[in-house]
């Protein structure tokens, strides 16, 4: 979806869009200077490249792009419920309770 919104909505203006395999190698390419910036969800950011030594001259910047017709409504998990044997048992409860829907 990110890769769709780039290409509809920047590549016009000018933007190379660039498709990756995985996220590993963007953030490679963006700390080498290969490319100059990324479209990325902001939560994965944040908890993952943003947090590591290579991301810590990076950071989000700009609105959150919303845009319902190409994104859609927002962020989801998948939980696979037949696998309930989670242990500790407190795991159990936390998948449970983020499997509910949350009101927006």
Partial sequence: MQERYAKLKW???GAIVI???DQEQVEADLV???IDAIYTDPVQAS???LKKPQGKPFALVGPKITDK???GPG???GL???HRTAKPPEHRVRCDQAGRP???
């Fill in 11 to 13: 590549e016009p203006f």
């Fill in 19 to 21: 498709a990756y395999g």
């Fill in 32 to 34: 080498a200077g290969r």
């Fill in 47 to 49: 908890l993952g490249f």
């Fill in 69 to 71: 017709a190409i994104i």
């Fill in 75 to 77: 962020t989801a998990i």
């Fill in 80 to 82: 696979r419920g037949r």
């Fill in 102 to 104: 949350v009101a927006t």
